[in-house]
């Protein structure tokens, strides 16, 4: 099965737009259409969880460790990719296709992972 994306909603939307611009068959839910906004980051993901999508954050602070929380209370997720704000959105665009394109969705299973890979 492919990657599905949840943007969470400190997310660079032009990051989601490009992403999109480039494959508009991949399934990216943006923060507002899954109305993330005055969620905490454990709702954001238990919800990422329910949807089985991978959470897509520029939140690399508080991210992390509410991510360790849920997952070892043996929550499953389908993972998180966590974005530095430093890293130029070409950059970020280019990764989560090249991770579309070339992984199955159970690849990133309750992993965290920092881009670019």
Do not use: C
């Not at 507002?32 to 990422?48: F, I, N, P, S, Y």
Request: proline share 4%.
């Amino acid at each position: 099965m492919r990657v599905r994306f949840l943007a969470d909603a400190d997310l660079n939307k032009s990051i989601v737009s490009g992403v999109l611009r480039r494959e508009p068959s991949l399934d990216f839910l943006t923060a507002h259409e899954a109305r993330l906004q005055g969620m905490t980051d454990a709702e954001v993901l238990a919800l990422a969880a329910q949807q089985q999508r991978v959470l897509v954050s520029h939140d690399v602070s508080t991210m992390p460790p509410y991510f360790r929380i849920f997952t070892s209370a043996g929550t499953r997720s389908a993972g998180v990719f966590l974005i530095p704000q430093s890293l130029d959105v070409g950059t970020a665009i280019d990764e989560l296709l090249l991770i579309w394109l070339a992984s199955e969705a159970s690849e990133w299973e309750t992993r965290l992972v920092w881009l670019p890979l």
